[in-house]
């Protein structure tokens, strides 16, 4: 049987928790049209494919499963 640990404590979780905060806390404050000059259609290539892999990574040194409700442990 699988152990579970706490939503909190995973790794993937925190990341794309991370990732999405990022891309909202960017869209808010307006600072897309700023980067757009930078963010050239590689970058963002470059970004998806770099968010994939560690998001693959991450899922690679998993062991175990994670719970959000504590009475699912």
Do not use: C, D, H
Request: charged residues 10%; aromatic residues 10%.
């Amino acid at each position: 049987m699988m152990n579970k640990k706490p939503w909190y404590k995973s790794k993937t979780v925190w990341f794309n928790g991370l990732t999405v905060g990022g891309a909202i806390a960017a869209g808010v404050v307006g600072l897309l049209p700023t980067l757009q000059p930078v963010l050239t259609p590689e970058v963002y290539a470059i970004t998806f494919a770099v968010v994939g892999l560690i998001n693959i990574i991450l899922r690679s040194v998993t062991n175990n499963a994670i719970w959000f409700n504590p009475k699912n442990k």
